[in-house]
């Protein structure tokens, strides 16, 4: 059951074309596929087409119905043996799409029908050869009752329509570009749209399209405005223009994800679609500005050009997250983007590359694909193409991107592939660098700098190291790009940038006309994707915090500083935190900085981030020291936090930059002065929610009160429920503020929660917004008594046996135990134990789990 990147083989048979035609019914579903077959290369191997849980009511060849001899199924799949070198191969299976609990496959949500194959769900439609490397021409007919699926959609432009009979009615559509089978998509239901047009740089009219339930139309603008800037984005960035007449997005409440780009045809999460000021926070429509980007990019680097196995899913997932990257960021700030970017690559990536689960950008092996939808893939991979770019420069980065997309489109590519047109077109040698898609980990970088007083000179020495990972006990050195400056200590100026290239396990570079010590910045942007290691002094750190004028390297060196302090209160040292306290009144003090810099920049790192930085992790001690942090920082500038928090109050909503960060600030100072103890804290949080007119406010305000006893706490959470229950979306919001709240009750509080009417395991979101929350709360999550991880297990366990892919994602938590203590490890693998003994457990969950135990 494991597949191997090294077994990789050509297909037996191609199919240049299909026509479906689908009879459309929630209970009774009848599909029929039409496929011409080819046969690839000289063999006799038979036609065998994957299915998953389909039965074939009828099989034709060549227009004969075949009798049960002639036909058979092996583990799922349709195996007929065939004569000839082409021929016409019918199907006739009938599903239930409401039954379908997966959400993979074609399934039910409020009342639509829709689909979603990626990475192997088409085979739960109908039998085929599911492998991304065989593109075929669609031609889809739906059919469906006209009263509750007035709305029939499909991949491609619209051609026919008409009426039948019984109140039923009919539409064609035919996608005119080849496509793998992971790109098909229909949506059948009452929809109303948001519709618009925009003009491609050729003077092409496209009709655009965002389909939602009629009541939700006046959320949609900022989605279809995203949209547009990203269709004029990636027209001018990269040269890339859409390719069909129309372009449809449809949200649907019930998915296992953010969103998938099937051809014209993209399936949202309505999370990623719907905002407005009453229901969305800011980062919720960065989310959806990020995340149709994210979709839409795709139709170059996914679907026009995509990926030729499911090895190669960095191909089109690295390149297009670091696609959407930079769009967002020349959208907003680029500062601010690259901070929240690296914040989510630290969480998510690294400590997914120093676990159990660790593998490669391009991995070698898997039992379940859909586990491998992953931050290496996504994040890692985005963060490898960056330092290519970062390598080229952006005259020679365009050109091997163009390169790139002219020379394979059309076609079912590899990494191997993208890497080639990186060298040819961008005159560079790879060579090395290709380590970075084989070897998982993530690479540690010792930077000692020495100064010579008698030559002026200094001396700086690289050291890498990437430690083991399972299954790669010895690792090798990578080619890396690391940002560097010097700084003088009493102009507080740079001597400006260089790019240093590391290459060997240790490097020495040599600086001339330095009479003292100068100061070291170093990875700046996070140019290279490692944990940097320097002694640096929290005197020079904080030189930086002030005076480093790349921002990266601004808010890390406030971090560090931050992090020390909290190492060392942990480790029980006497740490100097007046130098915290200082950074931080000056940075909130400094007239160049912008508001959401410095929102970043004050914000003490999370509880995880410090376990990150430990050998062991101590949830309750950590919890304690950045408590008590936050607190002296609250206290001794009070003063500070009541006229940031008064002067950022706005007049009206706008979503203007300025706008966006004087409410994060605002947060900020809200935090510090609840922290600080002052009385009137939860008061003035209470007013700030009772009054906001928007989310973002609102929200920040419920998540600071959620975190102490107060009666404003209670208020505050049944205003909220009253006021938003029956919003989904919204009520996902009170499920995650209680199950993220650093409150000693959380994991009580938690399990009444998972019995509350409107939990549901069906629903993905509402799981993520409880589960997904309360195991990325590490104090709450980790309490001694091992209730967090049965609540964990249980649930797994639970929706295991209906949604195995989003129970599959609860486990990596759970998979940590190794960096915990003995009581706690014994506890984490006890549950991990518990959920393996569970008789008919999913490949998904199995082979997360089994990885994890060991
Ligand atoms: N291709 C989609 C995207 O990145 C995600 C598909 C996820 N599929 C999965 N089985 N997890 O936009
Ligand atoms: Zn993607």
Request: net charge negative; proline share 6%; hydrophobic share 40%.
């Amino acid at each position: 059951i494991v597949v191997r990147r090294r077994d990789y083989r050509p297909p037996d048979w191609l199919v240049p074309t299909i026509d479906l035609d689908f009879s459309l019914d929630p209970a009774r579903t009848i599909v029929r596929a039409s496929l011409s077959v080819t046969r690839n290369g000289g063999h006799d191997r038979p036609l065998r087409l994957d299915g998953d849980e389909l039965t074939p009511i009828e099989v034709k060849v060549d227009g004969r119905a075949l009798g049960p001899g002639e036909w058979s199924i092996e583990q799922g799949a349709l195996v007929i043996p065939l004569p000839g070198p082409a021929h016409q191969v019918e199907t006739v299976v009938e599903l239930a799409p409401e039954q379908n609990s997966k959400l993979m496959g074609l399934y039910a949500s409020g009342g639509l029908l829709c689909t979603q194959c990626e990475a192997e769900g088409f085979r739960r439609i109908t039998f085929f050869p599911d492998r991304p490397d065989i593109l075929s021409r669609y031609s889809v007919r739906l059919e469906a009752d006209q009263a509750r699926y007035p709305i029939l959609l499909s991949n491609g432009d619209p051609t026919e329509q008409g009426e039948l009979p019984d109140g039923r009615h009919w539409a064609k559509w035919i996608d005119p570009f080849p496509k793998p089978c992971y790109l098909f998509a229909l949506v059948a239901g009452d929809l109303a749209c948001n519709s618009e047009s925009f003009v491609t740089m050729s003077g092409r009219a496209v009709k655009l399209g965002i389909w939602v339930k009629e009541a939700d139309l006046p959320r949609t603008s900022h989605a279809m405005q995203a949209l547009k800037d990203s269709m004029a984005w990636d027209e001018r960035v990269y040269g890339r223009e859409y390719d069909l007449d129309v372009f449809n997005i449809v949200a649907v409440a019930d998915f296992n994800f953010g969103a998938m780009e099937n051809k014209g045809l993209n399936i949202f999460n309505s999370r990623y679609i719907l905002a407005d000021a009453e229901t969305a926070t800011d980062a919720d429509y960065d989310g959806v500005e990020g995340v149709v980007a994210h979709e839409y990019f795709h139709n170059w680097s996914g679907n026009r050009v995509t990926c030729r196995d499911w090895f190669q899913l960095s191909l089109k997932e690295g390149f297009t997250v670091f696609r959407d990257q930079n769009f967002s960021a020349d959208m907003g700030s680029h500062a601010v983007k690259r901070i929240e970017d690296v914040r989510v690559l630290r969480a998510a990536q690294f400590q997914e590359d120093s676990g159990p689960l660790a593998h490669p950008v391009r991995p070698e092996s898997y039992m379940e694909i859909s586990n491998f939808y992953t931050a290496t893939i996504y994040n890692k991979g985005a963060e490898l193409i960056r330092m290519i770019a970062l390598m080229l420069g952006p005259d020679r980065f365009r050109a091997a991107t163009d390169l790139y997309f002219e020379r394979h489109d059309g076609e079912a590519a590899t990494c191997e592939d993208f890497i080639r047109a990186m060298e040819e077109g961008g005159r560079i040698d790879l060579t090395q660098f290709r380590r970075w898609y084989e070897q998982a980990g993530t690479p540690r970088v010792r930077a000692s700098l020495t100064h010579d007083p008698i030559t002026q000179s200094v001396e700086l020495v690289l050291e890498q190291n990437t430690p083991p990972t399972p299954g790669q006990p010895d690792k090798a050195p990578l080619a890396m790009p690391l940002r560097a400056a010097l700084f003088d200590r009493h102009s507080g100026r740079s001597s400006g940038e260089t790019l240093l290239m590391l290459t060997e396990e240790q490097q020495r570079f040599t600086f001339n006309g330095f009479a003292v010590a100068p100061v070291l910045s170093i990875n700046r942007g996070f140019s290279a994707p490692v944990i940097v290691e320097t002694s640096r002094s929290q005197a020079d750190l904080a030189f930086l915090a002030a005076h480093d004028d790349d921002p990266f390297a601004r808010y890390e060196a406030m971090q560090q500083l931050m992090v020390n302090a909290l190492v060392g209160r942990v480790a029980g040292q006497e740490v100097d935190e007046t130098a915290v306290i200082a950074a931080i009144r000056d940075t909130v003090n400094d007239p160049h900085l912008d508001s959401a810099f410095i929102a970043e920049a004050i914000r003490l790192p999370s509880e995880a981030y410090i376990g990150d930085q430990m050998v062991q992790v101590d949830p309750d001690d950590i919890h304690a020291a950045r408590d008590a942090l936050q607190r002296r920082v609250g206290k001794e500038l009070e003063p500070l936090w009541r006229d940031v928090h008064a002067r950022t109050r706005a007049n009206g909503f706008s979503l203007s930059a300025a706008a966006k960060g004087a409410r994060k600030l605002r947060n900020s100072a809200l935090i510090y002065l609840v922290a600080s103890g002052a009385v009137d804290g939860p008061t003035v949080a209470f007013s700030q929610f009772d009054e906001a007119d928007n989310m973002t406010e609102r929200q920040s305000a419920l998540a600071t009160l959620a975190n102490d006893r107060s009666d404003e706490r209670e208020a505050a959470l049944d205003i909220f429920y009253n006021r938003y229950r029956d919003d989904a979306l919204t009520l996902d919001k009170w499920f995650q503020t209680q199950a993220f709240a650093s409150h000693p009750d959380t994991v009580d509080l938690v399990e009444e929660l998972a019995g509350h009417p409107d939990f549901t395991l069906a629903n993905p979101n509402r799981v993520r917004s409880l589960f997904g929350a309360f195991a990325g709360n590490q104090w709450a999550f980790h309490h001694r008594s091992g209730k967090g991880y049965r609540l964990v297990a249980d649930c797994i366990i639970a929706l295991d046996k209906l949604n195995p892919q989003t129970a599959a994602r609860l486990v990596p938590p759970l998979g940590r135990w190794r960096r915990f203590d003995e009581e706690r490890a014994a506890l984490m693998r006890g549950e991990l134990q518990r959920i393996l003994s569970q008789p008919g457990l999913s490949k998904d969950v199995t082979e997360q789990v089994s990885k994890s135990v060991e």
